[in-house]
């Protein structure tokens, strides 16, 4: 067939050829909108990742390069070896027999880097699993069993109500009973905050990962899961009056031996909530021990290998997926947040040897 045989469209008059640039107009306004709404501007009532952050470091303080959240803390180094328990729910490479190098973190939850080790009663465990295959797996656990809210508004309400009163720099009571009054979802983290106490070891705590995910295993087949790393590292001793007395103790352990926990991954049962994190689980559910944790080196985070990594709890490797608890994207998007703008930050600050902050791959 040649050119001359092809009938072709007869020419646009005037009006097509406005209609067809209204048409390319209004998708153009589409873009924009969207784009407008995802980044608050239409909508400045609307809760976005950098409202959230911005609420912690009122409540904070603004301390250039530390995380907005977590800020003090301590890198760990190590290896998780698999016993291949996991492998009948994910095909996670992880989960395969098998050791895989792992960076980690501890922290004090708390925007504020200076804080004493005893202003708070949790402690977290941050990891990434490098994998052979180049994929990571990323998770941030807190050493208790609920989270006190359900969703990310109630989260921001929180922060809030915890914002210090001038007069005294400590959060007003009124307000945060006002509060906890209208989440009674709350009920649960407020009756173990009644009876926990600053742990004096990052090494004896377990850690929980709160929210709720999928593993997916070689049929296809989805397991709604949460986990939590067990410590089999004995008691702690009370921190005496050392204001940073968790990264020594962490040290002297080390010094001795590795530390380890076990990763013990906990099943649903049909009907458990994989959306709230404020409730627990009944304790009858299925466990898994999927192998141990081993950390055998501490670093100061200034220049350690945790630094620059920001542990998004939605990197994940094929065979686990992310639930639908609304808190898990909120996070994502705060953790983004918070690491553009320390890592912005660290150019700027005396005698810091800023390496490459570009995030790192999947």
Known sequence: MNESSVSRPPPLGAGGVLLRLALIGIILLLIVLAFGYVGGWLAPKRLTAQRMVNQLQADNGVFPGYR???AKGVCVTGYFDSNGQAQAYSVAQVFAP???PVVG?????SGNPYAPDSSVPIRSMAIRFSEANGQQWRTGMNAMPVFPVTTPQAFYELLQAQHPDPTTGKPDPAKLGAFFGAHPEAGPFLAWVKTAKPSASYATESYWSLNAFVLVDAQ???HAVRWRMVSENGESTPGGSDPNYLDADLAQRLAQGPQRWHLVITLANPGDPTNDATKAWPADRRDVDAGTLVLTASEPQANGPCRDI?????????????SDDPLLPARSAAYATSYLRRTSEEAHLPGTAVADTKPEAK
């Open 310 to 322: 920001n542990y998004d709890p939605l990197v994940l490797p094929d065979g686990i997926e992310a």
């Open 68 to 70: 907005r959240n977590h």
């Open 98 to 100: 098998g050791r895989t």
């Open 220 to 222: 296809g087949n989805k």
């Open 105 to 109: 973190r501890f922290a004090v939850p």
